[in-house]
């Protein structure tokens, strides 16, 4: 059967489409018109430029019609002007004009090509229909369109990517090749699949200040309207500051990426469907987790029917990782990035990049608060309490497919992990987001004593009781009696309260490869060196021993930097040191009960970080890290306790109700933040 053109589409046989294999190509009616009109326009320019050349007006007048016409091209054609219509070294202007007169020359295109509203819808019913890239095959060709279309979206303002452009086209045609770029930057957009790469993409101004967001494309005030939680004034904070020609710009841009969009995306792709639904046909072993749909939260996440979430087809547990990163070299300025995972992907697949959807990046130059960091959430949540009952989307196997969506943990290194979920930090009395255990403060000091590691005497927390402390402080009316009662609860509001069915408790995970490696491992090194456990002669001794150690091809080697003090170590070299190196090198260097310590570190770890994990080694890697624990009490001063290692013994909950660590290690999401 032939496709059935839509009323909007015609056929467009103009110099250029007719030299499609069928003689013409369907094009919108606007379109095939444009293409008409450059056909006239182009044929009088050649019989005009048959005449005698002659200084005149006319001249002047005649590059002014040049110039519009190609900055009339939208595609790229055979059917070019001639170099000799550009005496000034083919340029589509005169250098004098090139270098001085382009104001009046783009406020003559801007008025001249001024879309009206009916245009403007033409314009999108035909993007909706022509969304796919229509990249040119020669390679070089490829790399000039899109590195145009990147370096125009990042650095050129609308009016400079115009002459940008013709520019480009007229060395094109200066060094004879056939290939012109669209005149356009919508059509370049088009072309190069830049438009439906960014569909969905929207950008706020963000106060410096207080993080208030503003919609770029609706009326923003100069100063900031917002308040601050807990006062009364409004914030004032300028939110512009002087730009290019006198204009504005935003101080801090938030950009936020529509988790609906994105998700219509992933369905559009072929084996999308297949791949989500693979979960279900996984090993199942009585008492053995292979991943997280072997965890009691996936078993139990519920839908508003109260049936389990993910048994209606085309139902995605999603989980939250916020990173903070430094973009600049030799500057301290933090931005961050917020991205969602899709479990109901293979975990070998689930953290590639290409499966990884980037929510949203929040402006430095500093990590934000809780409370800051609610408003970029906002539009998140806003999108997420809409899936969780579903919403319609054409999928690549079907039209008008419900598609749903719930939030079912959040996967961040301790820090960002408490500032998402509204716990107080690290270093507070409830240190810990598990458990109502408070601690106190070594006297005559600011150092918190972490130590009792009796979990069996640990009193967990519940939703209930988070969503009736953080309401508590939301509803607080000072500032004080929100201190106060972050002191007595350790809990603050947090944008995910709004979702009904999220547990900040139970889906706040204990990150393993921040907690136990970047965490211990790294500060039980820092002591022995401190406290004159090893040397530098042990080191480099250590270093010269684990140069003979061949490595399993999955762990980082380790060269030079033990001999160096462990330097800038990352959590896989950490890993390495640990299971690795550690057993091997620190026999007979360091002092007997040490070792023996540090060895039920490294039991737990080597159990902990097998890619599948069975009831019993849960329970023998949480009994290992007790006694590991209660050892380092015994055994070093009280400062060498941290509140990770009362985390260690809230691994176990962890693990029982996400599966084994790899299915939520932060460290996978992490490489996609350094890309």
């Not at 290939?179 to 438009?195: D, Q």
């Not at 030799?330 to 929510?359: F, H, Q, W």
């Not at 809990?491 to 965490?519: C, K, Q």
């Amino acid at each position: 059967m032939f496709a059935i053109p839509n009323a909007n589409e015609v056929e467009c046989r103009c110099s250029k489409c007719v030299c499609n294999p069928a003689g013409y190509m369907i094009t919108a009616k606007r379109t095939a018109k444009r293409h008409a009109q450059s056909d006239k326009d182009r044929e009088l320019d050649r019989n005009i430029n048959l005449l005698p050349v002659q200084q005149s007006s006319v001249d002047v007048d005649m590059e002014a019609i040049q110039f519009e016409e190609d900055i009339e091209y939208d595609s790229y054609s055979n059917d070019v002007p001639s170099s000799m219509e550009y005496p000034d070294g083919f340029l589509p202007l005169s250098a004098k004009d090139f270098l001085f007169g382009t104001d009046e020359l783009i406020e003559e295109y801007s008025s001249e090509h001024e879309s009206s509203d009916e245009d403007a819808e033409e314009e999108e019913a035909e993007q909706s229909e022509e969304s796919s890239a229509n990249l040119p095959e020669d390679p070089w060709h490829r790399l000039i369109a899109i590195f145009l279309v990147m370096f125009i979206s990042s650095f050129v303002v609308d009016e400079g990517a115009v002459i940008l452009i013709s520019f480009i086209n007229a060395i094109l045609e200066h060094y004879g090749e056939s290939f012109r770029l669209p005149t356009s930057i919508p059509g370049l957009k088009k072309m190069t699949g830049y438009s439906a790469m960014t569909s969905g993409v929207s950008t706020f101004v963000a106060c410096s200040d207080c993080h208030t967001l503003y919609k770029s494309n609706s009326e923003v005030p100069t100063c900031c309207t917002g308040k601050k939680l807990g006062r009364q004034n409004e914030c004032g904070n300028s939110l512009f500051k002087s730009g290019i020609s006198n204009g504005l710009t935003a101080k801090r841009t938030f950009v936020y990426n529509s988790l609906k969009t994105a998700l219509a995306k992933l369905f559009k792709r072929p084996n999308f469907e297949t791949a989500i639904n693979m979960w279900n046909r996984g090993p199942k072993v009585p008492g053995t987790m292979f991943d997280v749909y072997d965890g009691k939260m996936w078993k139990e996440f519920v839908d508003e029917d109260g049936m389990q979430f993910v048994a209606r087809e085309r139902s995605l547990l999603l989980t939250l990782n916020i990173d903070w990163f430094q973009p600049f070299d030799g500057v301290t300025y933090s931005c961050g990035a917020i991205y969602l995972t899709i479990n109901n992907l293979p975990r070998d697949e689930r953290n590639k990049m290409e499966n990884v959807i980037l929510v949203g990046l929040m402006p430095g130059p500093k990590e934000a608060s809780t409370a800051e960091i609610n408003n970029y959430l906002r539009p998140l949540v806003n999108e997420l309490e809409e899936l969780y009952t579903g919403i319609s989307i054409d999928t690549y196997s079907r039209s008008g497919a419900l598609v749903r969506a719930a939030l079912l943990m959040v996967a961040c290194d301790i820090p960002a992990a408490r500032k998402t979920c509204g716990f107080t930090s690290h270093n507070s009395r409830n240190a810990c987001h598990k458990c109502n255990r408070h601690f106190f403060r070594f006297e005559g000091t600011s150092i918190v004593d972490y130590s009792g590691f009796n979990s069996s005497e640990w009193i967990g927390r519940t939703k209930e009781e988070n969503r009736q402390h953080a309401t508590m402080w939301k509803n607080a009316r000072t500032l004080v009696e929100r201190k106060q009662l972050e002191v007595e609860n350790g809990v603050r509001w947090s944008e995910l309260h709004r979702l009904a069915y999220f547990e900040p408790v139970r889906a706040t995970i204990v990150d393993p490869m921040h907690n136990l490696f970047l965490g211990t491992a790294k500060r039980m090194m820092e002591k022995w060196i401190l406290c004159g456990h090893l040397d530098d002669n042990d080191l480099c001794e250590m270093q010269v021993e684990a140069n003979t150690i061949t490595l399993p091809s999955e762990y980082a080697s380790l060269t030079t930097k033990i001999a160096k003090g462990f330097p800038f170590m990352k959590a896989d070299e950490w890993k390495s040191w640990c299971l690795i190196y550690s057993p091997v090198v620190l026999k007979g260097r360091l002092e007997d009960d040490l070792f023996a310590n540090w060895i039920e570190f490294v039991d737990a770890c080597r159990l902990l970080t097998k890619p599948t994990i069975t009831e019993e080694e849960i329970e023998l890697a949480h009994g290992s890290l007790e006694r590991f624990c209660g050892g380092c009490e015994e055994l070093y001063e009280h400062d060498v306790l941290s509140p990770n290692m009362h985390l260690h013994l809230h691994l176990k909950e962890t693990i029982n109700n996400f599966g084994p660590i790899y299915g939520y290690c932060t460290g996978k999401m992490g490489l996609n933040t350094h890309v």
